[in-house]
């Protein structure tokens, strides 16, 4: 009868147990770095859908991861992006 119930808890809540996880990824428009970061792949389609700002969805990550975030999903999107690693935010704030 039951639904098949393996292990436990799915509440669809954001809890720490073993959600999927993606990659998201930008090269720096200065320097060509990548870099790149892992996330839950439904918090980032959450935030791609502009279901929760970015805040909302990644509410642990740096201000750095952030901003990355932000770039890959404008350019997932089709939109202005303009990448660079926090090195060279760095260095143009020197200039
Ligand atoms: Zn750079």
């Known amino acids: 009868m039951g ?5 436990g808890r799915n509440q669809g809540g954001l809890g720490m147990q073993t959600l999927l996880t993606t990659e998201a990824a930008a090269q ?3 320097c060509h770095a990548v870099n790149g970061i892992d996330i839950v792949a439904e918090s ?3 935030y ?5 700002n970015v805040q909302e969805a990644f509410p642990s990550l740096s201000a750095d991861h952030r901003e990355l975030l932000m770039q890959v ?3 997932m999107r089709g939109e202005f992006h303009w990448y660079l690693c ?3 935010w760095e ?3 020197e200039a």
Do not use: D, V, W
């Open 73 to 75: 999903a404008r350019r």
């Open 28 to 30: 720096c428009r200065n």
């Open 44 to 46: 980032f389609r959450a």
């Open 86 to 88: 926090p090195e060279c």
């Open 48 to 52: 791609i859908e502009g279901a929760a």
């Open 91 to 93: 260095k143009m704030g």
């Open 3 to 7: 639904l098949p119930s393996a292990t």
